[in-house]
């Protein structure tokens, strides 16, 4: 049987011109890394800022940026398992705030913190598996679905809260002292109060779910669901499963971020919407290079964008461009990135095929 | 769970005619509702046959394949494989059985690389409750097995999106034999493709028969790919197997007639009753 030559043998690149090489294997990272153009517009609206304006870089600015960005990357990390299964958690924002306070109620009710906290996060996940069973078991789209959890998580929480402010939240600096409550220290100090420490959960996360992802079996699970959900099944992927496991996952990351942004701020307003922080989330995770056609993501790349955003808004205030004008830019940067990525896409397949 | 690379293959024995039988089919009936699609069909396959599967639509070969790949089961009737009596109550049963359906190239996975689609759902992975994946053993196996099958892949971390249809139906196909895959069902495997990637495809099943003894069943419209893929050919109509041919004692010409002659008939006792 004569051998299948199926096409023409790949040029070694060592035995090619150096130069050559190292140009072809720098455009393959390019193609290949998705989220190194994000990475390199975030840098150069850094430096711009900075420049710009030399006061961006003290410290009040960055703190100002990671605390725009924190929930937003919190919520987007979780998000791109959602998205690139092709389905969409919109709750995820609303989970980001119920959680807090749901924890902050148990501990109200008397039960130690500890234990409030896990119960929270409990009901978290809980909402991640209600959003799943929705879409899997009732066959209702994910956005519908999970838009419906984020209106009652809201209306719940406005209603047992009687729309007054969940204050202060345990762990949390008091808001007229300096002193740390003794018996929830540990909490505070290590968990939410420092300003960074929000920022550097987010960013263990990502690196967790990141490799997820990339290394484990449920990760090529989970793009096999969302790039050929028929394929992946037939294969014996148990695709449901898999599907709930990522709502569920979505949802508890953003509530246990959301328990740590309650700590650094120390109260919760009910009324504050988690549609606000779902859309940034959303918008974040595009900008990083996640299709919402799903099979395709980076959380390194919603990072990247969800950072990109808090840059761009602590940007902007600081050189004194109108907060409105964040909102065009915001929309611009999707577009051009959404662009580039389909531009990229098709010349990925360009190369690798020639 | 570790896959190791599959055993090097048997030496062909004898013409595929004369081999043991792996799959027989007897009496299977079928009916969805007033509609009876399948009216006891007799059918069986030897070790390393490509059987051939034909007939107009309608004509049940699709359903056939459906009971074999254990999708629904027959109202009546028998499948043994290897001389046991079988009841194939899911896919899972089925493949548990070593049959393995092939329904196009649209079961890969476009955004996973070509090593990833081989062991889809059979990843080999370090042991750990992370189930961390072993992706350069994953890599070494697939390259040794496309080599070992003759499907040349010049990169096994091509994305499967990548390919060409023929391509995408090589690494179907081979997925499909890679799990120990005794029978392969495959749905018209040369529709929609070009001459030159037909070719690839009828060589890799030929190639597959005859040095690893998997068994064929192959359903295309196509009388000519058929003659040159399969032993023997199999002709479906309102829902029986009237022909059975071995592909070298006729010629498509032959076939062909014999098939118009038997719907004539067909034809004239319906209209005669």
Known sequence: ?354 | MINDAPAPAGPPEGLPGNSEVVLEVKGVTKSFGPLTVLRGIDLNLHSGEVLGLVGDNGAGKSTLVKILSGLFPPDDGQVSIKGREVRLHSVQDASSHGIETVYQDLALIPQLPVFSNLFLNHEITYAGPMRLLNKRKMRELAKRYLDDINVYIPNVDTEAGQLSGGQRQAIAVARATRADASILLLDEPLAAMGARESRLIIDLVRGLAKSRMVSMIIIDHNFAHLFELCDRVNVMQGGRITINQRTQDTSLEELTELMVSSYRSQLQQALDS
């Open chain 1, 1 to 354: 049987m004569a051998d299948i030559v199926m096409s023409p043998a790949e040029p070694q690149s060592s035995a090619g011109l150096p130069s050559d090489g190292v140009r072809r294997y720098i455009w393959r990272f390019f193609v290949a890394q998705r989220e190194i153009t994000p990475f390199i517009i975030m840098v150069a609206l850094f430096i711009f800022f900075s420049i710009d304006s030399p006061e961006f870089v003290t410290s009040l600015s960055l703190n100002a940026a990671a605390g725009f960005a924190g929930p937003i990357a919190a919520i987007a990390v979780g998000e791109v398992l959602v998205l690139v299964l092709g389905e969409i958690d919109l709750s995820a924002g609303q989970v980001f705030l119920t959680t807090p306070w749901v924890m902050y109620w148990l501990w109200q009710l008397g039960l130690p913190v500890g234990w409030a906290i896990l119960a929270s996060l409990f009901v978290a996940a809980g909402v991640g598996m209600i959003n799943g069973m929705i879409t899997v078991l009732l066959n209702v789209p994910s956005f519908v679905a999970t838009l419906a959890t984020n209106f009652i998580l809201f209306g719940i929480v406005l209603i047992e809260s009687n729309d007054t402010e969940a204050t202060p939240i345990p762990g949390s600096l008091p808001p007229q002292t300096s002193s740390v409550v003794p018996h929830v220290g540990f909490f505070g100090q290590v968990i939410g109060v420092w300003l960074w420490s929000e920022i550097l959960w987010v960013v263990a996360i990502a690196l967790v779910i990141h490799y997820v992802l990339k290394r484990t079996r449920f990760g090529v699970r989970v793009i096999a669901t969302g790039g050929n959900l028929l394929g992946a099944a037939e294969a014996g992927v148990p695709v449901r499963r898999v599907k709930i496991w990522c709502f569920v996952l979505c949802s508890f990351l953003s509530g246990a971020v959301g328990i740590v942004d309650a700590v650094k701020y120390g109260s919760m307003d009910p009324g504050n919407a988690g549609v606000n922080y779902i859309l940034y989330a959303v918008g974040a995770c595009v900008i990083g290079g996640t299709a919402l056609t799903g099979g395709r993501g980076t959380v390194i790349g919603a990072f990247i964008g969800a950072i990109l955003i808090g840059v761009l808004e602590a940007g902007l205030t600081i050189i004194g461009v109108s907060t409105n004008d964040f909102y065009v830019y915001i929309g611009l940067i999707m577009v051009v990135a959404m662009t580039l990525n389909g531009w990229l896409d098709r010349l990925a397949a360009h190369t690798r095929t020639s």
